[in-house]
């Protein structure tokens, strides 16, 4: 069964820095697609980053002061965040999709929370 397992996440103050890990079981090369989401309280779930064969993309809001990579060795998707800000509240998750089926399998999340 695959599993996802979120940390690094915790309080940080306004343009402090966290740098949240994505541990994968079995190897991310099953994954055709991998990145991170988070969701806010009574918001919608929203894409942060994802990561490809073919590159990286980023929302809007985060594009120069978040970093989505992939560790191979460590079987890890990290994002780097940088220059938090309060609006980037949320809980964060993982999300890997199978190459094969297709399925998107999520972690269970971790709290980020920057205060002001």
């Known amino acids: 069964q695959v599993q996802l397992v979120e940390s690094g996440g915790g309080l940080v103050q306004s343009g402090g820095s966290l740098r949240l890990s994505c541990v994968v079981s079995g190897s991310i090369f099953r994954f055709i697609r991998m990145g991170w989401y988070r969701q806010a309280p009574e918001k919608q779930r929203e894409l942060v980053a994802r990561?490809?064969?073919?590159?990286?993309n980023y929302a809007d809001s985060v594009k120069g002061r978040f970093t989505i990579s992939r560790n191979i060795a460590k079987n890890t998707v990290d994002l780097q965040m940088n220059s938090l800000k309060s609006e980037d509240t949320a809980v964060y998750y993982c999300?890997?999709?199978?190459?094969?089926?297709?399925?998107?399998?999520w972690g269970q999340g971790t709290q980020v929370t920057v205060s002001s």
């Open positions: 999300m890997a999709e199978s190459s094969v089926s297709n399925v998107e399998y």
């Open positions: 990561i490809t064969g073919s590159g990286t």
